[in-house]
């Protein structure tokens, strides 16, 4: 069980740090910004062909679109920030269902264990 578990752990690590790497480099790589009619400056990424060497995109998304990859270039900080919450509320939570402590016994098992100490030497 724990071998399975220890596993199924560094699966899950495997994959946040590849899905964080490929964010990273969509960032890093595919940063752009469209001026809206209003005069506001929206800053995304995500993957397209370049139309020039300046920064300020001609915009081809809907009203839609834009609000949607603004809402999704500000996620890794609501995300982060959700956990934070979380790490804060930890204490208070411990009764619902998230941090439960389990016992020490319940980690480790011993073939022989047994509450008798060593013997007495005079």
Avoid at 35 to 40: A, Q, T, V
Avoid at 67 to 73: E, V
Avoid at 93 to 107: A, I, M, P, W
Wanted: proline residues 7%.
């Amino acid at each position: 069980m724990f071998g399975l578990l220890h596993i199924h752990r560094l699966r899950v690590a495997r994959l946040l740090l590849g899905l964080f790497l490929a964010m990273w480099l969509n960032g890093v790589v595919f940063r752009h910004a469209h001026r809206l009619p209003s005069g506001k400056l929206i800053v995304h990424a995500h993957p397209y062909w370049p139309f020039g060497k300046s920064p300020i995109l001609p915009n081809n998304h809907t009203a839609q679109e834009i609000l949607l990859l603004d809402l999704a270039a500000n996620l890794p900080v609501v995300v982060s920030s959700f956990f934070a919450f979380l790490f804060l509320l930890r204490e208070r939570l411990q009764s619902v269902f998230l941090f439960k402590n389990r016992s020490f016994q319940s980690h480790f098992r011993f073939r022989c264990f047994s509450h008798r100490g060593p013997p007495l030497v005079w």
